[in-house]
């Protein structure tokens, strides 16, 4: 079920950590660590989510009788994945002769591994390894990202995937499972969430530039030469996929009707339109894609997704949204539609996958010691008169120092403030960006939360759907005109469009306005 569902995709202020009072401390604690929270709770479940805009269909998640009936997936050795032209010499022939090695869970004689976890600089570094380990296997060619790919010269020609400064595959790597055999392990946390900067450094926990949907467009093209009836299973297939990961049955109409029909030549055509940086997400839609989150400083953020799906109270929240994102929401009910159910039934437990509980709180560990990279923008006089920019224009309202974000939902245009919002942090105004997403999808609450500033000058495209490529794009009022070309995410069938929404600042003069931006660069 995995490889299928995976067929399309190219493709988390806080209560403390338990144990651990701040970054860095190495005070050593008991390695069973008996107060690991509980990922998959039913009570703490029930409200992780804020409701969605029709909120009769918000899910509900398995229950946690079903949740821990599923295996935990082991974490396998892996390896670098060298672009063509950059291997060692012998590399590859080493790498077949290599045997199988769990490093975190039971391998294949029911023996349990495990890594260090004595203090918290153990925890996090085990956090790393569960942030880049893969829970989906390429053997040969495959319409997602395959090993195929990755020892091609043309795919990195085509495609050109960001390498780091050695050469390396940043978003990938090999593994080995069965003895000389050599897998392409992918879908990955590091798949979506690390980004290679020029120069070839890379940043663990950023929005990842890494051309997911591209790569899916360039293998679909292949579909061209293949048999007319290939052709055929495979569009049957897309068919079927767009409404597993589009679908929203409740709304009239399902936005995964607009797919219909779907051929190769179409996806080919959707896909190669959304560029690094932006995804088309399960849950969300291939049409109007969502801008990849940076997660460096996702410690001290109320709410996760664009959309504000999750309230994030703690650790324990991260871990079931990892969870949640690596396919376990495709199985969550709304009203009386699963996603990736056949009649409406869940399958055997046995045929999924998930990290276990200690895994996962140690991926939250992690998260939450991320630092941003040395930021190259310094504060110099054009920065300091920028401050005074963003105070004297009220910026400050929505994204205050130190976090520069409020950590509230704004309304989506159109979308009415419920009676009840349940406590949340909700501001009663809309700054008029597309409402699409957050009143379109299956993830859409009919608010759009306040993003953080942190960190703008590495990341890119901006907006929740990575419209614009800079802030310089962002802050050109042009941008607002039907004739626009976006620099980011333009759309399919398009060539121009506007880019609506959050008119703040579009009114400043030429120094006010390159001032503002320098100022911004150095968050």
């Known amino acids: 079920m995995r490889l299928k569902l995976h067929f399309w995709i190219g493709a988390f202020v806080m209560a403390p950590v338990l144990f651990f009072s701040r970054a860095g401390d190495s005070a050593s604690v008991p390695s069973s660590l008996p107060l690991i929270p509980k990922a998959w709770d039913d009570a703490e479940l029930r409200t992780l989510e804020v ?93 997602a990202i395959s090993l195929a790919n990755v020892r091609d010269p ?47 450094r890379v940043v663990k926990g950023a929005q990842g530039n890494f051309p997911f949907d591209r790569t899916v467009a360039y293998n679909v093209a292949a579909l061209k030469n293949a048999p007319p009836e290939k052709q055929r299973a495979a569009a049957g297939g897309f068919a079927g996929l767009t409404h597993v990961f589009f679908g929203a049955p409740w709304l009239r109409p399902d936005p995964a009707d607009a797919y219909s029909p779907v051929t190769a030549e179409r996806v080919e055509q959707i896909l190669q339109a959304i560029p690094p940086g932006v995804i088309d997400r399960q849950g969300g839609s291939a049409l109007y894609p969502a801008q ?10 109320r709410y996760l997704d664009h959309t504000g799906l999750l309230r994030h109270r703690g650790p324990a929240d991260i871990m079931r949204y990892a969870s949640l994102n690596q396919d376990m929401n495709l199985w969550s009910r709304y009203g009386d539609w699963i996603p990736a159910a056949k009649d409406g039934q869940l399958p055997p437990p046995a045929t999924l996958s998930r990290y276990s509980d200690e895994q996962l709180y140690a991926l939250a560990l992690f998260l939450y010691s991320l630092e941003p990279p040395p930021n190259p923008n310094k504060v110099d006089d054009v920065a300091r008169a920028g401050q005074q920019v963003f105070a004297k224009a009220g910026c400050g ?127």
């Open 154 to 200: 043309r795919y990195y020609a085509a495609v050109q995937p960001p390498l780091t400064a050695d050469g390396t595959f940043a978003f990938g790597s090999y593994v080995i499972r069965k003895a000389g055999k050599v897998e392409l392990g992918r879908f990955s946390c590091g798949a979506c969430h690390t980004r290679v900067l020029a120069g070839g």
């Open 51 to 143: 409701p969605l805009a029709n909120p009769a269909f918000s899910p509900k998640h398995v229950p946690a009788s079903f949740y821990y009936q599923v295996p935990e997936r082991p974490i396998y050795k892996s390896y670098p994945v060298y672009a063509a032209g950059r291997e060692p010499q012998g590399y590859w022939e080493d790498l077949q002769k290599q045997k199988p090695e769990v490093i975190w869970g039971r391998d294949e004689n029911g023996v349990e591994h495990r890594p260090a976890l004595g203090t918290k600089a153990d925890w996090i570094r085990a956090g790393e390894l569960v942030f880049d380990a893969a829970i989906s296997y390429s053997g040969g060619s495959e319409t």
């Open 397 to 523: 309202g929505c994204h205050p120092a130190p976090l520069y974000t409020n950590n509230k939902l704004t309304l989506a245009k159109g979308f009415a403030l419920p009676a009840d919002t349940q406590g949340d942090a909700v501001m009663p105004l809309s700054v008029g960006t597309d409402p699409r997403w957050a009143v379109e999808t299956r993830r859409g609450t009919g608010y759009y939360k306040v993003p953080s500033l942190q960190g703008v000058w590495y990341r890119g495209p901006l907006s929740h759907d990575g419209s614009v490529a800079t802030l310089e794009d962002w802050f050109d009022p042009a941008r607002l005109r039907d004739d626009y070309i976006p620099t980011g995410f333009i759309g399919v069938d398009r060539k121009h469009r506007a880019v609506p929404g959050h008119e703040f600042g579009l009114h400043l003069g030429p120094e006010e306005r390159r001032a503002l931006i320098a100022f911004l660069r150095t968050l």
């Open 292 to 301: 990849i989150p940076d997660l460096i400083g996702v410690q001290s953020r």
